[in-house]
């Protein structure tokens, strides 16, 4: 039996709720006491608009903000904390990037290659840039495997190509990109901006945006462990700099003229308006705890129950999984039940006490090439454990047994 990682006691929804099998990490985690505690302190210790006041709490604040930016930094990598952006997460870091630096960048004739793997969060802003631009989209097919086909991608790069974007990690089916190799060939072949979305990674895998070699990075809070509405994109300090600004307003100032203004330095050249300190600070505790795990920990355990989870269900009949084997996954079982639509399915499951996901995922151009509208997806994470596995298999069972009921008396 797979112990969890993390005790369900430091996580105040599970803990009041002993018979929940939350399955559904990949859309948003739990948040363990430290992270609510963290949030919470700060609005009762330190509540002040940081960079604004001439006096200590709102020094205090200013403090607060650049430690969690700091802390965050450290976590994933990052040696220079500036070049790391508050966001709400990936989906408007990826617009950040597009809108920023895209249309200085790209023009008719250039080509921005994504996967057929992506997140719509990071596919519709490079297809909305290619539009406006007149640049050319290519699109990096898959192998039979739901991975993103390497070879592919090879002949799609060129000279001509201006950014590539691709995820680090599938939300879909939990495929993980071999992102070293994919960032060696496009080098090779081409002087492309790499973007990464690893809303997907951050939460799951060690992940280390100093040694990627990519360009910008992006990933969201609430993966994680931390608050809703807060996120990071990573990005190269020269780059940044060359950006000009896609929200004008307070603190992303440095001179504003009668007909002309001027910036202020990164990060703040992206951060305009009153920043969402409380959540930083409450993201930055989840890092600590997730520090305290051990992200070579948190992997090893879900791979362990990923491994379980998938050779459980695929044991039923009926059970179609996607995605390549356990060990090139994150911790995402993704499935149909022959012709039973998914929706239906996790309603059944969730009559058993088992949340899962049910649907595109955001990812229609994945479900295309699977041949499906929607599937089914559970996602494990530092909370879970075996009980949650033998959970699913046995909703499952009833869920069979009910259409299949269903069907006789047709």
């Known amino acids: ?97 597009a809108s920023a630096w895209g249309p200085s960048n790209v023009q008719a004739g250039d080509e921005i290659v994504i996967t057929a793997l992506e997140h719509h969060a990071n596919f519709v802003p490079w297809q909305q840039l290619a539009l406006a631009t007149g640049a050319t989209l290519r699109i990096v097919e898959l192998t039979d495997r739901q991975t993103i086909d390497l070879d592919h991608l090879r002949d799609l790069l060129s000279p001509r190509t201006r950014v590539v974007a691709l995820t680090h990690v599938s939300n879909a089916v939990g495929a993980i990109t071999p992102l070293a190799e994919a960032v060696r060939l496009i080098r090779s072949r081409s002087a492309a901006v790499i973007v990464v979305d690893g809303a997907q990674a951050v939460p799951h895998l060690p992940v280390h945006f100093d040694t990627l070699d990519v360009d910008f990075y992006a990933f969201s809070g609430h993966k994680l462990l931390g608050p809703m509405g807060i996120g990071c994109l990573i990005g190269r300090r020269a780059l940044l700099e060359s950006m000009s600004p896609y929200q004008f307003g307070g603190d992303m100032i440095e001179w504003v003229h009668d ?13 305009a308006g009153t920043p969402n300190a409380a959540d930083a600070v409450a993201l930055a505790a989840a890092v600590r705890y997730l520090e305290s795990l051990g992200m070579a920990n948190v992997r090893a355990h879900e791979l362990a129950l990923l491994e379980l989870a998938d050779a459980r269900v695929r044991e039923l009949p009926g059970v179609t999984v996607y995605g390549p084997p356990p060990a090139e996954r994150s911790g995402v079982v993704s499935f149909s039940l022959a012709d039973v639509h998914p929706h239906d399915l996790a309603t059944i499951l969730d009559q058993h006490g088992v949340c899962v996901r049910a649907g595109h995922h955001c990812a229609q151009p994945l479900m295309r090439r699977l041949g499906v509208s929607a599937t089914a997806r559970a996602s494990f994470y530092v909370y879970s454990d075996a009980s949650d596995v033998e959970a699913l298999v046995h909703a499952l069972q009833a869920a069979q047994a009910l259409f299949a009921t269903a069907d006789s008396s047709a």
């Open 259 to 271: 007909t002309r203004s001027t910036w202020n330095v990164i990060p703040h050249k992206f951060e």
């Open 1 to 97: 039996m797979s112990a969890a990682l993390a005790p369900r006691s430091d996580f105040p929804l599970l803990a009041a709720n002993p018979g929940l099998h939350y399955l559904d990490s990949a859309a948003t985690s739990q948040k363990p006491r430290m992270v609510l505690d963290a949030l919470r302190d700060f609005y009762e210790t330190a509540n002040a608009n940081p960079h604004r006041g001439a006096y200590a709490l709102s020094a205090l604040a200013t403090e607060r903000y650049h430690d969690a930016r700091h802390t965050i930094a450290r976590f994933v990598g990052l040696a220079d904390s500036d070049c790391l952006i508050f966001t709400r997460g990936t989906t408007e870091s990826m617009n950040l990037v």
